[in-house]
């Protein structure tokens, strides 16, 4: 019995990639506060979390790991964005495999890679934030203006989260960490999510995507941001 039709497409494509990625980065860090029940001083600090719950360490392990194959798929509309993506990808497991001290330098496995990974990975991100928002100035109309605004913002709110960790590195304040992890995943989020073409308001009729559509709706999009 059909139900919604055959799929529009044979894989996911990159908007849907877009739409699952954002909303991950987005939820992360709030599913985490409210499972600590905010008890951590930073969101890698829910690796260490084993007692009385576990869901913290499985949840942002999981979320960390389906984020990076997502960003692995993810080839995007130029051969700059297509390393970028594996960049980013191999980042996140660098985050996941090698978690962070948290104060304890003993549980780190390799000093200093989970820091790397962090710091490659909210770098690409912003780097992405740039791309999009350049795209989006180049179409033009009043939706793409809009999405390239947000963009900036969330280029911006990656720089800010930068600046929350130089700013733990100086005064050793670890919630400092658990901001700037927070701002970084909710411009990643915010940024990934405006590209997906799925939000209203922001996405012109034409070109606004769909997650479950009938074939006979189907519709080829532009593929400008």
């Given amino acids: 019995m059909r139900f919604i039709g055959a799929p529009r497409q044979p894989e996911i494509d ?3 990639i877009k739409f699952l990625v954002g909303a991950m980065a987005l939820a992360l860090p ?7 029940r905010g008890s ?3 969101i890698s600090a829910s690796f260490w979390i084993l007692d009385p719950d576990v869901w913290p360490r499985i949840l942002f392990v999981g979320f960390l790991f389906a984020i990076s194959a997502f960003l692995l798929a993810y080839n995007g509309l130029s051969e700059t964005e297509m390393w970028l993506g594996k960049v980013a990808s191999a980042s996140a497991l660098g ?7 948290c104060d304890d330098k003993t549980h780190e496995i390799i000093g200093g890679v989970h820091l790397a990974s962090a710091a490659a990975l909210f770098i690409v991100l912003a780097w992405f934030c740039l791309i999009f928002m350049r795209r989006a100035k180049a179409k ?23 600046a929350l960790f130089i700013a733990r590195a100086i005064t050793k304040q670890e919630v400092l960490a658990f901001w700037g992890e927070t ?16 939000l209203p308001v922001i996405t012109e009729p034409s070109e606004r995507q769909q ?15």
């Fill in 14 to 16: 990159q908007y849907t």
């Fill in 30 to 36: 709030f599913i985490e506060l409210a499972l600590t």
């Fill in 40 to 42: 951590i001083t930073s």
């Fill in 95 to 101: 985050i996941a495999f090698f978690p962070c001290a």
């Fill in 140 to 162: 033009g109309h009043r939706e793409a203006r809009w999405r390239a605004v947000i963009y900036m913002f969330c280029g911006w709110g990656m720089i800010t989260s930068a």
């Fill in 183 to 198: 701002v970084g995943l909710v411009a990643f989020g915010i940024s990934w999510l405006t590209a997906s073409r799925v």
């Fill in 211 to 225: 997650l479950v559509v009938p074939t006979s709706r189907k519709t080829t999009p532009d593929p400008a941001l």
